[in-house]
Nanobody, 127 residues
């Protein structure tokens, strides 16, 4: 399984970006998916997660109301729409997939619950 994150860039505070995560293989719909981020000198932190059907989502408090996670199972792709970006959102953003199975509905928040990781895409927000 390969995950390819894209969509990062340099923006100003208040701008928007949409990250994408393309996943290889035929079992995308059996994965819960998540976004994590790592700022320079800091640990990797949970940002958002979505259940395998998209029915359930979860966000860290600092992005609630600004970020929206979504997925398109027909395209094997997950998205993170980021609005009202702040300088503190600057980080490398990683997408991850957790093997849940065809009947699970969870949205994992812990990095060690995820089985596959993408390479990361850099988001820089200037003030």
């Amino acid at each position: 399984v390969q995950l390819q994150a894209s969509g990062g860039g340099l923006v100003q505070a208040g701008d928007s970006l949409r990250l994408s995560c393309a996943v290889s293989g035929r079992t995308f719909a059996s994965y819960a998916m998540g976004w994590f981020r790592q700022a320079p000198g800091k640990q990797r932190d949970f940002v958002a997660a979505i259940s395998r059907t998209g029915a359930n989502t979860d966000y860290t408090d600092s992005v609630k109301g600004r970020f929206t996670i979504s997925r398109d199972n027909a395209k094997n792709t997950m998205y993170l729409q980021m609005n009202s970006l702040k300088p503190e959102d600057t980080a490398v953003y990683y997408c991850a997939a957790a093997v849940i199975g065809w009947y699970g509905s969870s949205c994992p928040r812990e990095a060690d619950e995820y089985d596959y990781w993408g390479q990361g895409t850099l988001v820089t927000v200037s003030s």
